[in-house]
C-alpha cells in the first residue's frame, strides 16, 4: 500500500474502540451500613480485595491505589488466560480440530507437462467457506491449471480472470483458494470430492493444506488474532512493543476499524525477531525480500489450537521506497496455520510511527494489509490487476485516478491503493463478508 498526503488539512476521523483503565471502588459516600454496602457493593470499605478488584468493579469512576493489576489492556483477547483483558470471554467455543498438511497430490504429468500434480480434497455442506493453500516444499514456481468441481464443471484458472492475474502477481509460489471471494462465487461451495491440478517448478509432489470455516455461531463474536514480531531495531524487547503508547494507539485504531467490519482484533502474541533477522531485514527494499523475511519469522509457540490461525505481522523500520511503498501482503488471500511461509503473514513499516499523525497512517496500513490478507482485493487498481470482483465497491475511472486521485468514489475506501489521511474510511457489507469467510477469522476460543 502506498501512502500519499493530500494537500487539503482536515481530521481523519476514525471511530475509536475507547475502553477506560477501570478502577476498583467509589469513595465512600456515607457510613458503611449495611444499606450503603448493598447499594455501593465495590467500595472498599464494604468488600475485601479479591471482591472489589473483581471485573464488576472495574467500571466504577476512581481508582483504588491498593487494587493490583488494575489497568486493563484492551488488544489483550478476553478468553486468553495469560493477559489482562477488559472485557469478559464470551461463550467458549472450541471448533473442530486442526486439519493436517498433506504432501500426498498425485502424479499426472505426461510428456508435455512431466510436472503436473493433482490435490483432492472433499467439502460439506454445513462449510460457509474454506481456504485451499498448495505449494512445493522448496519455493519453487507454482502454477495452477483446473479446477474440477465435484458437479464435473471445471475451471481453467488461466482464463478465469477473476483469479489468474492477482494470484500469481501476489504469490507466485502458492496457489491461495479462498471460497467464495465473493458472494457471486457462492455456487462454487459444492458439497464432494475437488480436484486441481497444478505444474510444479521442478521435484514434488506438492504440499497443500485445506481449512473449512466454521458453521456460524449467532450471538458469538467473530475474532482475529495477531502475532506481531518486531524485526526493527525499535524494540529490543517484547514489552518495549507492548508498552510502546504510538504502537499501541496504531494498532487500537486497527482494531476499531475491524469492529465496524464485525471482527474483534487482539495482538495474542508478542515477539522479537532473532538478532540476525533484525539485522538483515530491518530495512525492506522488495517483494522478495519481505518474503524471505516472511520465511525467516521466529517459530510459532503453541498454547492452544488458535494459535495456529493467527496472523504473523511483522514490524520493520522502514520500506527503502517508503514514499511509494508502506506495507505489504505475502498472500491474497494469505494462507492459514502456515507459519514460515512466504505467503504467511504481513509486512509493516514501524518507522512512521514517530511522525506526524504517525498512529494514524500505521494504524490503517496494518487494517489495509490484513484485508488483504483475509482475501480483499484494490477496489481500483491501475493498471494491471483490474478492480475487486465485489458488486457493492465501486471502481474509480482510470482518468480520474491518474488526474485527481481523491476524486475516486471509492477514494476513503480501506482497500484504495492509495491512503489519505484526509477523510474516515469505510468498508463495503460484501467486504465485510469475504473476511469473515476467511478462517483466520473465526468464532472459536482457546
Same mark, same amino acid.
Given at each position: 500500500?502506498?501512502?500519499?498526503?493530500?494537500?487539503?488539512?482536515?481530521? %481523519?476521523?476514525?471511530?475509536?474502540?475507547?475502553?477506560?483503565?477501570?478502577?476498583?471502588? *467509589?469513595?465512600?459516600?456515607?457510613?458503611?451500613?449495611? /444499606?450503603?454496602?448493598?447499594?455501593?457493593?465495590?467500595?472498599?470499605?464494604?468488600? *475485601?480485595?479479591?471482591?472489589?478488584?473483581?471485573?464488576?468493579?472495574?467500571?466504577? !469512576?476512581?481508582?483504588? @491505589?491498593?487494587?493490583?493489576?488494575?489497568?486493563?489492556?484492551?488488544?489483550?483477547?478476553?478468553? *486468553?488466560?495469560?493477559?489482562? #483483558?477488559?472485557?469478559?470471554?464470551?461463550?467458549?467455543?472450541?471448533?473442530? @480440530?486442526?486439519?493436517?498438511?498433506?504432501?500426498?497430490?498425485?502424479?499426472?504429468?505426461?510428456?508435455?507437462?512431466?510436472?503436473?500434480?493433482?490435490?483432492?480434497?472433499?467439502?460439506?455442506?454445513?462449510?460457509? &467457506?474454506?481456504?485451499?493453500?498448495?505449494?512445493?516444499?522448496?519455493?519453487?514456481?507454482?502454477?495452477?491449471?483446473?479446477?474440477?468441481?465435484?458437479?464435473?464443471?471445471?475451471? *481453467?484458472?488461466?482464463?478465469?480472470?477473476?483469479?489468474? #492475474?492477482?494470484?500469481?502477481?501476489?504469490?507466485?509460489?502458492?496457489?491461495?483458494?479462498?471460497?467464495?471471494?465473493?458472494?457471486?462465487?457462492?455456487?462454487?461451495?459444492? +458439497?464432494?470430492?475437488?480436484?486441481? &491440478?497444478?505444474?510444479?517448478?521442478?521435484?514434488?509432489?506438492?504440499?497443500?493444506?485445506?481449512?473449512?470455516?466454521?458453521?456460524?455461531?449467532?450471538?458469538?463474536?467473530?475474532?482475529?488474532?495477531?502475532?506481531?514480531?518486531?524485526?526493527?531495531?525499535?524494540?529490543?524487547?517484547?514489552?518495549?512493543?507492548?508498552?510502546?503508547?504510538?504502537?499501541?494507539? $496504531?494498532?487500537?485504531?486497527?482494531?476499531?476499524?475491524?469492529?465496524?467490519?464485525?471482527?474483534?482484533?487482539?495482538?495474542?502474541?508478542?515477539?522479537? !525477531?532473532? @538478532?540476525?533477522?533484525?539485522?538483515?531485514?530491518?530495512?525492506?527494499?522488495?517483494?522478495?525480500?519481505?518474503?524471505?523475511?516472511?520465511?525467516?519469522?521466529? +517459530?510459532?509457540?503453541?498454547? #492452544?489450537?488458535?494459535?495456529?490461525?493467527?496472523? /504473523?505481522?511483522?514490524?520493520?523500520?522502514?520500506?527503502?521506497?517508503? &514514499?511509494?511503498?508502506?506495507?505489504?501482503?505475502?498472500?491474497?488471500?494469505?494462507?492459514?496455520?502456515?507459519?514460515?511461509?512466504?505467503? $504467511?503473514?504481513?509486512?509493516?513499516?514501524?518507522?512512521?510511527?514517530?511522525?506526524?499523525?504517525?498512529?494514524?497512517?500505521?494504524?490503517?496500513?496494518?487494517?489495509?494489509?490484513?484485508?488483504?490478507?483475509?482475501?480483499?482485493?484494490?477496489?481500483? &487498481?491501475?493498471?494491471?490487476?483490474?478492480?475487486?470482483?465485489? #458488486?457493492?465497491?465501486?471502481?474509480?475511472?482510470?482518468?480520474?485516478?491518474?488526474?485527481?486521485?481523491?476524486?475516486?468514489? /471509492?477514494?476513503?475506501?480501506?482497500? %484504495?491503493?492509495?491512503?489519505?489521511?484526509?477523510?474516515?474510511?469505510?468498508?463495503?457489507?460484501?467486504?465485510?463478508?469475504?473476511?469473515?469467510?476467511?478462517?483466520?477469522?473465526?468464532?472459536?476460543?482457546?
Amino acid at each position: 500500500m502506498s501512502t500519499r498526503r493530500h494537500p487539503r488539512s482536515a481530521l %481523519f476521523g476514525l471511530v475509536a474502540l475507547l475502553i477506560g483503565v477501570g478502577a476498583c471502588g *467509589d469513595e465512600p459516600k456515607g457510613s458503611t451500613t449495611p /444499606d450503603f454496602c448493598d447499594a455501593y457493593p465495590c467500595d472498599p470499605h464494604c468488600a *475485601d480485595l479479591d471482591t472489589r478488584c473483581s471485573d464488576l468493579c472495574r467500571d466504577s !469512576a476512581s481508582v483504588d @491505589a491498593s487494587c493490583p493489576n488494575r489497568s486493563c489492556d484492551a488488544l489483550c483477547d478476553p478468553c *486468553d488466560d495469560r493477559c489482562h #483483558a477488559c472485557q469478559r470471554c464470551a461463550e467458549r467455543v472450541e471448533g473442530p @480440530a486442526m486439519s493436517d498438511v498433506h504432501c500426498d497430490a498425485t502424479a499426472i504429468g505426461d510428456d508435455v507437462h512431466p510436472d503436473r500434480w493433482e490435490v483432492r480434497w472433499t467439502t460439506h455442506e454445513e462449510h460457509p &467457506s474454506w481456504l485451499l493453500s498448495i505449494w512445493g516444499e522448496n519455493g519453487e514456481q507454482l502454477a495452477p491449471v483446473l479446477w474440477t468441481l465435484p458437479n464435473d464443471h471445471a475451471i *481453467d484458472f488461466e482464463t478465469w480472470t477473476e483469479f489468474a #492475474a492477482h494470484q500469481q502477481n501476489i504469490s507466485p509460489t502458492m496457489v491461495t483458494l479462498l471460497t467464495p471471494m465473493a458472494p457471486q462465487f457462492e455456487h462454487l461451495l459444492v +458439497p464432494g470430492e475437488h480436484r486441481i &491440478s497444478v505444474d510444479l517448478e521442478s521435484g514434488g509432489p506438492p504440499c497443500w493444506h485445506w481449512t473449512p470455516q466454521q458453521p456460524e455461531k449467532p450471538q458469538h463474536p467473530y475474532a482475529l488474532r495477531l502475532r506481531l514480531i518486531a524485526v526493527g531495531t525499535a524494540y529490543a524487547e517484547a514489552d518495549d512493543m507492548r508498552q510502546d503508547p504510538l504502537l499501541r494507539a $496504531a494498532l487500537e485504531r486497527t482494531q476499531a476499524k475491524f469492529h465496524e467490519a464485525g471482527i474483534d482484533l487482539y495482538v495474542r502474541e508478542w515477539v522479537v !525477531a532473532d @538478532a540476525q533477522t533484525r539485522d538483515l531485514y530491518r530495512e525492506i527494499s522488495d517483494v522478495d525480500e519481505a518474503r524471505a523475511l516472511l520465511r525467516a519469522l521466529p +517459530p510459532r509457540e503453541v498454547y #492452544a489450537p488458535i494459535d495456529a490461525l493467527t496472523v /504473523d505481522v511483522a514490524m520493520v523500520d522502514r520500506f527503502t521506497n517508503a &514514499s511509494k511503498l508502506s506495507g505489504l501482503s505475502g498472500g491474497l488471500p494469505g494462507p492459514v496455520a502456515l507459519h514460515g511461509q512466504d505467503a $504467511a503473514g504481513v509486512v509493516v513499516s514501524a518507522g512512521l510511527l514517530p511522525h506526524h499523525r504517525g498512529d494514524e497512517q500505521v494504524g490503517m496500513i496494518l487494517t489495509h494489509e490484513l484485508g488483504h490478507y483475509l482475501g480483499l482485493r484494490h477496489t481500483s &487498481s491501475w493498471p494491471n490487476l483490474g478492480p475487486d470482483p465485489l #458488486a457493492d465497491t465501486p471502481e474509480c475511472p482510470k482518468a480520474v485516478y491518474t488526474s485527481d486521485t481523491y476524486d475516486c468514489p /471509492d477514494a476513503y475506501n480501506v482497500m %484504495f491503493p492509495v491512503l489519505s489521511m484526509l477523510e474516515p474510511h469505510w468498508w463495503s457489507q460484501e467486504q465485510k463478508q469475504v473476511m469473515r469467510w476467511h478462517p483466520a477469522v473465526t468464532q472459536r476460543t482457546p
